[in-house]
């Protein structure tokens, strides 16, 4: 299938769901998947509505990037935080960077800071958008281009499912799509600053994702289910 076609696959389906869904919300984490996402949204679906979860800990490469896009495409992206009685929690029970001392410990910290303000995000809406693509890791290669979403309730989208990596850059590059700068610094995939580090050539685009941790269970809880904390 050429790019040309997952372009209009991808539109088509967010359609369906702009008229079917209402209210429909397309969460994006600002990464270059993202960045195709909120293009196509901003320019052809003003009924889904974008939003974003600041942890507290994102690089400021990322804080820069979302003032871009809100001033481009002038739109505005909600903003979601972490509670801070539960951050003051979880640095008191395990540090400020305990994450790096143990998978609990990252769990915990993911929980607090992504996965209950993404259940606060999608209180009352009907489904949801992600940018997952089978290819970004072996976590994902079970994904559906729809799915139930039973923990939050209500149904999952991922649109650019079956892209290429190659797909992205090259939409990004030819319809000149703003993205984080980091990319061009090694980092195919940003999240929380002291998470993420840019990857050596010919390491796995993951890799430099909790690269302290085993690589079929680097996912922060958002998306293959509610992360149970020890």
């Given at each position: ?126 489904a949801w958008i992600t940018g997952l693509r089978r290819e970004q890791a072996v976590t994902r ?90």
């Open positions: 299938m050429s790019l040309e076609q997952k372009i209009e696959q991808a539109n088509n389906l967010l359609t369906q769901i702009e008229r079917d869904y209402a209210p429909a919300v397309f969460a994006s984490s600002l990464g270059a998947e993202d960045m195709v996402l909120t293009d196509l949204i901003a320019q052809h679906h003003p009924g889904i509505a974008i939003f974003t979860l600041d942890t507290g800990r994102l690089p400021e490469a990322t804080h820069k990037l979302l003032a871009e896009v809100t001033a481009r495409y002038n739109i505005e992206i909600k903003v979601y935080y972490p509670a801070a009685a539960a951050l003051e929690s979880l640095v008191a029970a395990r540090g400020i960077n305990g994450f790096y001392d143990s998978a609990d410990n990252r769990k915990a910290c993911c929980v607090a800071r992504k996965v209950e303000p993404l259940a606060r995000a999608l209180v009352g809406k009907q290669a079970g994904l559906e281009l729809s799915s139930f979403d039973a923990a939050n309730g209500l149904q999952k989208f991922n649109p650019l499912l079956e892209w290429s990596n190659l797909d992205v850059w090259t939409y990004i590059r030819r319809y000149k799509t703003p993205y984080n700068a980091l990319h061009d610094e090694g980092y195919p995939s940003i999240g929380c600053a002291p998470c993420t580090r840019a990857i050596n050539p010919g390491e796995d685009v993951r890799a430099g994702r909790w690269w302290w941790e085993s690589a079929d269970s680097k996912e922060c809880g958002l998306h293959p289910r509610k992360l149970e904390v020890a």
